[in-house]
């Protein structure tokens, strides 16, 4: 009796072992974003993105590359993560459009992994039209910088350390938006800045700067 509960225990080990060994062989054919994440490790990034691969965690500094589209659009249901794994940009020389939805739980958010900063959302010149709408861009140093662009800015709440959004030679629109600016108290700390013969369109927007003033801007 006692050598055949040995067996059965050296037979049970062994079933166990070839099971792990099985399940470990499968999920290494199984896409990342069957387990709600995706990793984005290359400079460039096109495409659709949308909830069934959230949140999609950034390694580098990516670029929307010139003759590029990137779609990333809520459901009725969920919105869409892009967390920055350190102090990354998001280059824009093509077009963004980022589409969330009115419900707190439908936004497109751009935040950092830890508590830190990260450097924002950057539309280069020559980009195309393109669309930020009811996003969420959180622990920026900047959080929407438009230079010699002309980017729609709608319904976001934008969190920043020096300036919520900066147009540089740019015509955005900007409108209904919430911009909370923190940090130190310089001439850049403001919630839009607007430089070297921008025109941009504003409406509706409010503004905090931590430390200055809470302004409503029609």
């Given at each position: 009796?006692?050598?055949?509960?040995?067996?059965?225990?050296?037979?049970?080990?062994?079933?166990?072992?070839?099971?792990?060994?099985?399940?470990?062989?499968?999920?290494?054919?199984?896409?990342?974003?069957?387990?709600?994440?995706?990793?984005?490790?290359?400079?460039?990034?096109?495409?659709?993105?949308?909830?069934?691969?959230?949140?999609?965690?950034?390694?580098?500094?990516?670029?929307?590359?010139?003759?590029?589209?990137?779609?990333?659009e809520a459901d009725v249901?969920?919105?869409?993560?892009?967390?920055?794994?350190?102090?990354?940009?998001f280059n824009v020389l093509?077009?963004?459009?980022?589409?969330?939805?009115?419900?707190?739980?439908?936004?497109?958010?751009?935040?950092?992994?830890?508590?830190?900063?990260?450097?924002?959302?950057?539309?280069?010149?020559?980009?195309?039209?393109?669309?930020?709408?009811?996003?969420?861009?959180?622990?920026?140093?900047?959080?929407?910088?438009?230079?010699?662009?002309?980017?729609?800015?709608?319904?976001?709440?934008?969190q920043s350390q020096y300036?919520?959004?900066?147009?540089?030679?740019?015509?955005?629109?900007?409108?209904?938006?919430?911009?909370?600016?923190?940090?130190?108290?310089?001439?850049?700390?403001?919630?839009?800045?607007?430089?070297?013969?921008?025109?941009?369109?504003?409406?509706?927007?409010?503004?905090?700067?931590?430390?200055?003033?809470?302004?409503?801007?029609?």
């Amino acid at each position: 009796m006692k050598f055949g509960k040995k067996k059965f225990h050296i037979l049970h080990n062994a079933r166990y072992r070839l099971a792990a060994y099985v399940f470990l062989v499968i999920l290494t054919f199984i896409p990342l974003s069957l387990f709600g994440f995706t990793d984005i490790d290359t400079d460039s990034v096109q495409g659709q993105w949308d909830h069934s691969g959230s949140p999609y965690y950034i390694h580098r500094n990516v670029w929307i590359p010139s003759d590029g589209i990137l779609s990333i659009e809520a459901d009725v249901e969920f919105g869409v993560e892009i967390i920055m794994t350190g102090d990354f940009q998001f280059n824009v020389l093509g077009e963004l459009n980022a589409i969330g939805g009115e419900n707190a739980n439908q936004k497109i958010q751009f935040r950092r992994a830890d508590s830190l900063r990260w450097k924002g959302i950057l539309f280069q010149p020559g980009s195309r039209r393109s669309i930020l709408n009811y996003c969420e861009i959180f622990n920026t140093f900047k959080g929407v910088e438009c230079r010699s662009s002309s980017p729609r800015i709608l319904n976001c709440d934008i969190q920043s350390q020096y300036a919520g959004i900066v147009c540089d030679a740019s015509s955005p629109l900007i409108e209904n938006n919430l911009i909370h600016v923190e940090g130190s108290t310089t001439q850049e700390n403001t919630g839009i800045l607007i430089t070297l013969g921008s025109n941009p369109t504003v409406y509706d927007n409010t503004i905090f700067v931590e430390g200055l003033f809470n302004a409503q801007i029609a």
